[in-house]
């Protein structure tokens, strides 16, 4: 089994940043590539940043590159979403996610809602 913790969501004005952490245990090949997803209402659910503990992939959807920054700390087995130059768009509850590779994830966290006031 994979646990997987999440902390850091919050209410932010546009323009404005947050950080978003996910703290990881349990099986370690099965939580080879971790991501941050997220779901808005009425929307399916997006994958948003991915990336793999070796360091070797990363992945950003278009509507995110360049303001969003996925990174690990393998010591805390933590992984991070930095956000900024949040959107109102950007709305959602974000869910961290983790699998044996970069295509399938079996675990997921609680998530944790982002709201970027206009």
């Known amino acids: 089994q994979v646990q997987l913790v999440e902390s850091g969501g919050g209410l932010v004005q546009a323009g404005g940043s947050l950080r978003l952490s996910c703290a990881a245990s349990g099986r370690t090949f099965s939580r080879n590539a971790m991501g941050w997803f997220r779901q808005a209402p009425g929307k399916e659910r997006e994958l948003v940043a991915a990336?793999?503990?070796?360091?070797?992939?990363?992945y950003y959807r278009d509507s995110v590159k360049g303001r969003f920054t996925i990174s690990r700390d393998n010591a805390k087995n933590t992984v991070y979403l930095q956000m900024n130059s949040l959107k109102p768009e950007d709305t959602a509850v974000y869910y961290c996610a983790a699998g044996s590779n970069q295509h399938v994830y079996d675990y997921w966290g609680q998530g944790t809602q982002v709201t970027v006031s206009s």
């Open positions: 990336l793999m503990w070796s360091g070797d992939y990363t």
